[in-house]
């Protein structure tokens, strides 16, 4: 019979650095069905409540996702382990279960939410009257919703990574906008928003101000 696992990391250990620990209340309906297009595990749907936690080094993503689906009534959505970062990502219907999966990690890595990097915004870009042989360009690499000729472009970039799932939410929550494309996991995390030029400033500046409202420490 196996020991169970212990409630926060062996000292003997590698120490694991808390990137990004975002809770999202409510997925938006493109958010969830963009999530369900590219995760390859238990996928998500509109109005259910996610968390999104990435740590270094990204081989210790493993014993994070086993204590937090022992400890709690969730699905994952994403497990991605890279060699530098690795980044899970939890749902479920009750808030409170999400919640207490994303407590039961804070407690196993002895680190408060606050821990967690701060976010920085790296880039963000509108683009507008975007040109049709652009769009194509953009269009081939995206999972979500197709960006057409005279439209506004949006792109944030942030670090750490896992930030941009939150980013991509805030700013569907704002605006009636386009989620195109959403990467949130790798050095660096990148969404890109389209729809009319109204729209996408009003969906640009809540994901900015949600990242800007997160506590964390300095990199």
């Not at 979500?144 to 670090?159: F, V, W």
């Not at 195109?180 to 109204?198: I, K, T």
Request: net charge negative; aromatic share 6%; hydrophobic share 40%.
């Amino acid at each position: 019979m196996s020991s169970p696992a212990p409630d926060r990391q062996p000292a003997s250990a590698p120490r694991v650095d808390l990137r990004s620990f975002v809770f999202i209340d409510r997925m938006q309906p493109q958010f969830a069905s963009f999530v369900a297009t590219v995760a390859r595990g238990y996928l998500p749907v509109a109005g259910q409540a996610a968390l999104y936690v990435e740590i270094a080094p990204g081989i210790a993503i493993n014993r994070i996702t086993d204590l937090a689906l022992k400890a709690h009534d969730v699905r994952p959505g994403m497990q991605i382990v890279e060699r530098a970062y690795g980044l899970l990502e939890l749902h479920s219907d009750s808030q409170s279960e999400v919640r207490g999966a994303g407590q039961r990690i804070l407690d196993y890595l002895g680190v408060k939410e606050e821990g967690r990097r701060k976010p920085k915004l790296q880039s963000s870009e509108i683009i507008t009257h975007v040109d049709d042989y652009q769009t194509m360009l953009i269009n081939r690499e995206r999972h979500g919703m197709m960006l057409l000729g005279g439209e506004t472009l949006y792109i944030l970039e942030c670090e750490p990574a896992g930030y941009a799932a939150l980013a991509a939410n805030e700013a569907e929550k704002a605006a009636p906008i386009k989620l195109l494309e959403m990467r949130a996991s790798g050095a660096f995390g990148r969404v890109y928003l389209g729809g009319g030029e109204a729209e996408i400033e009003q969906a640009a500046r809540a994901a900015e101000r949600a990242l800007a409202g997160l506590a964390g420490r300095d990199a």
